[in-house]
C-alpha cells in the first residue's frame, strides 16, 4: 500500500517547499546585494527580520486551507458542539485578558500611590503564580488520554496559543533580543547569530506543517517515540526515539530552568539558586498534576502575559524614539542613525585608545601564559610583598583589603590559571576589535566579497555559518518532541493545520518586534549612554551592574567617560533592562520579570512532561496501551518528571552555557535524531526499520561528536591541534552533518535491507 501523498497533493507540497526555499535560504544568499532601500529599509535586512516570515505564514496558511477543503470531514466529529465550546473559550479568555491588563493598571496607580516595589513584585508574582497553580489543580488527572493529550479535544486557535507559549521559550523571551543586539544582522568573527534565529525559529513551521505534523495526528499517538514504534515495529526504534527524546529535551530544559532561576532571583531578590527551586515549584504544579491538559490550558495563559510583557516596552521605545508604537514598521530608520554612529564610534580616539589598552592587556596576559607557574608565583609573592610592606596591614586598611582581596581572587593553582587567563587573553582581544568585537548591526555578513583574500574568506565563511545555523533551526523545529506532541491535542487533522498556521502568528508578534527592541535599545545606548561621563550614567546602569554577566563598565583608557567599548551587555539584559531603559514605571518591569517567567515555565512545562512521557510511556511500559496499566502508566509519567526536574535544576545551578546556545544546540540534536527517519518514515514506503536505527544512531552520533570535539578543553586533553572545523561551521551547527549522517544512513541502509512487511499506515494518507 503507498504511504506518499496522492498525485493531485504533491505538487501543493512541491510547490510550497520551493518557495520556502526560496524565500529563506534563496533571499539570504544574496542578503549582502540586497542593500538598496525600500520604503527607508535596506531590503535584505527587512526581508531577513520581517519579510521572510510574512510568506512562511501565507505558507502555513494556504497549506491548511487547500488541504482541508480537499480532505472529507471527520463523520464522527460533532462541529456544532466544538464550536460551542470554542465560544466558550473565547468568552474566557476575553475575561483572562482583560482581567490582566486591569490588574497591571491598577498596580500602576498603586504604585504612582507609593506603594514599595518589593510590594508590586510579591504581588505580581504570587497573582500570577496562582492563577498556574489553579489552573493545573483544576486540570490534575490520572487518564491516559488526559495526561498525555489533553483528551484530543483542543481547538486549534487556543492549541495555537499555547504552542506559542511552550516555543517562545527563555531563549526567545530574555536572550533573543539581546542576541540581535550583540549579533546585529548575522553575527561576527565567524560566529552565526542574528536573524538566523529569526528565518529559523519561524522557517521551522513550514516544515512542520507540510511534513510531519498532520500526518503523526491522525495516527492518533500519544508520544513521538510511538510513531517510531508503530511505523517500523520492534523494540530500538522506540527506544532509540525514546533515549534521543531525552537528551534533546533535557538539553532544552536545562536553559529553561536557568532562565527561571534568573528571572524569579531578579523578581524576589533570592540567590539564583533559591529562585530555581521556587520557580520549579510553579513548573512541577501544572505538569506534575495534570499533564498535557493541565499544561495546555497554562501555557495558553502565560502567552498572554509574555506577549504583553514584550510590547508594551518595545511599543514604548519606538513611539519615545519614532514618535510610532507600532515598532515593527518603525524601527527601520533607526539602522540608518545606528550605521552612522557605528563609523563614528569607529573614527573616535578614545574609542581606539580604549581598543589599544585592551590589546595590550591581551599581549601582558599572552606574556604569563609562556610561564604559567613562574608568572602565578611572581604575581602572588608581589602581592604579598605589598602587603607585608604596608606594616601589616595597618597604614591603609582600604588598600590593604584590595591587597587581600586581589591576592584570595588569584587562580588556585597552575591549570586554573592557564584556563582563566586564555579566556581572559580572548576575551580582551575580542574587545580590542572595532565596536568591541561587535558586528555592524545592519551588514549581512562579516568580511568583504570583493576584498582581499582573506576578507573574501570571511565573509564566504560567515555566510556558510549562517545557512548552517538557519537549516539546523529549521529541520530541528520539525523533530522537536515536546512541539510535536502538543500537536496530538486537536479534535481532527483539519485543526491540526489550523492550529500550526496559529501558532506561527501567534509567535511572529513576538519574532516581528524582537529585532525592533534589538535596534531600539542600541540606539537608546549609543545616543543617550555612551559618551556620558560616569558619574552621570543612568541609574539602572549601576542596579544591573551588580551582575558582572549581564552588565559591565569602566574607566578603560582613564578620560572618565564612557566608551562603546568600556561597556559590556550580556544578552539576558536587552529585554529585561528594556522597561528601565524605556523610562517605564516599575510595574512594567515586574511584568516584564514575569513574562520571561512565563516563558520559562511554559516550555519546562511541556519539556519534562515529555521526558516523562518518553521513559514512562516508551521505556519503562514500551507503549503498552491496556487499561490495566493505565494508573501505573501516568504515575510513573509523573515520578519520571519529578526525578528530571530535580536533575534539571541541578544542572541549571552549576550556571552552563548561555541560554541561547543550549537551545540551539538543542535544535541540531533533535533535527539529526528524528527528522530523517521520520520524514522519510512518513513518504518513503522503502524504510526499513534497520534503515531508521541507523539513520537515528548515525545522525546523533555525528551530531554529538562535533560538538565535544570542538570543546576547547576537550581538544587541549587530547592534544589536538588547530579548531578542528569542518568547512569553518561552529559547533552549534552540527546538525547540518548529523541530519546529512541520519538522512545518507536511513537511505543506504533501508535499499540494502530487505522489504519489511508494512504495518497498515492508510491512516497516514488516506
Not at 520571561?596 to 510511556?617: E, F, P, V
Amino acid at each position: 500500500m503507498s504511504m506518499a501523498p496522492g498525485p493531485r497533493r504533491w505538487p501543493l507540497h512541491a510547490g510550497l517547499l520551493a518557495v520556502w526555499f526560496a524565500a529563506s535560504f534563496g533571499v539570504i544568499f544574496f542578503a549582502r546585494d540586497l542593500q538598496h532601500a525600500v520604503a527607508g529599509w535596506p531590503l535584505g535586512s527587512w526581508f531577513a527580520a520581517q519579510g521572510a516570515l510574512l510568506v512562511f505564514i501565507a505558507i502555513v496558511v494556504v497549506f491548511a486551507g487547500v488541504a482541508n477543503r480537499r480532505e472529507a470531514p471527520d463523520p464522527d466529529f460533532d462541529e456544532a458542539r466544538f464550536q460551542q465550546l470554542v465560544r466558550r473559550y473565547h468568552r474566557r479568555f476575553i475575561a483572562w485578558v482583560l482581567g490582566l491588563l486591569l490588574f497591571l493598571v491598577v498596580l500602576a496607580f498603586a504604585e504612582r500611590a507609593g506603594l514599595g516595589k518589593a510590594w508590586i513584585a510579591s504581588i505580581f508574582l504570587s497573582a500570577t503564580l496562582l492563577v498556574y497553580t489553579v489552573i493545573g489543580v483544576r486540570g490534575r488527572t490520572a487518564e491516559a488520554s488526559e495526561y498525555y493529550v489533553a483528551g484530543r479535544r483542543i481547538p486549534g486557535l487556543y492549541n495555537g496559543m499555547a504552542t506559542a507559549a511552550d516555543w517562545m521559550s527563555a531563549a526567545s523571551f530574555i536572550s533573543l533580543a539581546g542576541g540581535l543586539y550583540l549579533q546585529g544582522f548575522s553575527g561576527a568573527n565567524g560566529q552565526p547569530g542574528g536573524l538566523a534565529y529569526i528565518l529559523g525559529w519561524t522557517g521551522g513551521f513550514c516544515l512542520v506543517a507540510l511534513l510531519v505534523a498532520p500526518y503523526l495526528r491522525r495516527m492518533e499517538l500519544y508520544t513521538v517515540p510511538d510513531f517510531f514504534a508503530v511505523r517500523f515495529g520492534g523494540h530500538w526504534p522506540r527506544m532509540i526515539a525514546a533515549l534521543a527524546a531525552v537528551v534533546v529535551s533535557f538539553t532544552y530544559v536545562v536553559a529553561q530552568i536557568y532562565g527561571v532561576g534568573l528571572i524569579t532571583s531578579r523578581l524576589t531578590g533570592v540567590h539564583f539558586e533559591i529562585g530555581i527551586l521556587l520557580g520549579l515549584g510553579g513548573v512541577l504544579v501544572c505538569s506534575f498534576l495534570g499533564g498535557m491538559r493541565a499544561v495546555t490550558w497554562t501555557q495558553a495563559v502565560q502567552y498572554w502575559v509574555m506577549i504583553l510583557a514584550f510590547l508594551i516596552p518595545v511599543s514604548w521605545l519606538s513611539y519615545k524614539q519614532v514618535g510610532n508604537p507600532f515598532a515593527p514598521l518603525a524601527y527601520g530608520q533607526q539602522l540608518q542613525k545606528i550605521a552612522a554612529m557605528e563609523q563614528a564610534i569607529i573614527d573616535s580616539p578614545q574609542e581606539q585608545a580604549v581598543l589599544a589598552e585592551f590589546a595590550r592587556r591581551a599581549e601582558r596576559l599572552d606574556h604569563k601564559l609562556l610561564n604559567v607557574e613562574q608568572s602565578l608565583q611572581a604575581e602572588r609573592q608581589e602581592l604579598r610583598s605589598k602587603l607585608n610592606a604596608m606594616d601589616n596591614g595597618q597604614a591603609n586598611d582600604e588598600l590593604a583589603n584590595q591587597l587581600r582581596h586581589e591576592l584570595a581572587a588569584l587562580p588556585r593553582d597552575v591549570p586554573a590559571a592557564r584556563e582563566r587567563w586564555t579566556e581572559q587573553a580572548a576575551d580582551y582581544r575580542e574587545r580590542a576589535k572595532p565596536l568591541g568585537g561587535l558586528a555592524r548591526h545592519g551588514l549581512a555578513f562579516d568580511g568583504d566579497p570583493n576584498g582581499s583574500t582573506q576578507q573574501r574568506q570571511e565573509f564566504n565563511t560567515s555566510r556558510l555559518n549562517f545557512l548552517a545555523l538557519m537549516f539546523c533551526l529549521m529541520v530541528g523545529t520539525a523533530g522537536l518532541p515536546h512541539l510535536l506532541t502538543r500537536y496530538y491535542t486537536t479534535p481532527t487533522v483539519a485543526e491540526t493545520r489550523r492550529s500550526v498556521a496559529w501558532s506561527l502568528i501567534f509567535i511572529a508578534m513576538l519574532y516581528v518586534s524582537a529585532p525592533a527592541l534589538a535596534v531600539f535599545v542600541k540606539y537608546e545606548i549609543m545616543a543617550h549612554v555612551v559618551g556620558q561621563p560616569f558619574d552621570a550614567l543612568p541609574a539602572w546602569m549601576s542596579q544591573w551592574a551588580k551582575d558582572p554577566s549581564l552588565l559591565s563598565f569602566s574607566d578603560v583608557n582613564g578620560d572618565h567617560v564612557l566608551q562603546f567599548s568600556e561597556l559590556k551587555i550580556g544578552q539576558d539584559l536587552v529585554m529585561l533592562a528594556s522597561p528601565e531603559i524605556s523610562g517605564l514605571p516599575y510595574v512594567v518591569s515586574v511584568l516584564v520579570a514575569a513574562g520571561g517567567l512565563a516563558a520559562a515555565l511554559s516550555t519546562a512545562d511541556g519539556l519534562l512532561l515529555t521526558i516523562g512521557n518518553a521513559l514512562a510511556h516508551d521505556v519503562y511500559f514500551a507503549g503498552d496501551t491496556s487499561k490495566a496499566q493505565t494508573m501505573r502508566r501516568v504515575m510513573w509519567s509523573k515520578f519520571a518528571l519529578l526525578v528530571v526536574a530535580l536533575i534539571a535544576a541541578y544542572v541549571a545551578a552549576q550556571r552552563p552555557a548561555g541560554i541561547l546556545y543550549l537551545v540551539a544546540a538543542s535544535f541540531s540534536l533533535a533535527g539529526a535524531a528524528f527528522v530523517p527517519a521520520m520524514v522519510l518514515g512518513i513518504f518513503w514506503p522503502r524504510t526499513s526499520r534497520a534503515g531508521a536505527v541507523t539513520g537515528m544512531l548515525g545522525g546523533l552520533g555525528m551530531t554529538v561528536y562535533y560538538m565535544v570535539i570542538n570543546v576547547p578543553a576537550v581538544r587541549l586533553a587530547l592534544g589536538l591541534a588547530g579548531d578542528g572545523l569542518w568547512f569553518g561551521i561552529q559547533p552549534v551547527s552540527a546538525g547540518v552533518f548529523g541530519v546529512a549522517a541520519g538522512l545518507a544512513g536511513t537511505v543506504l541502509v533501508s535499499l540494502m535491507s530487505a522489504p519489511q512487511a508494512q504495518t497498515d499506515l492508510q491512516t497516514l494518507h488516506p
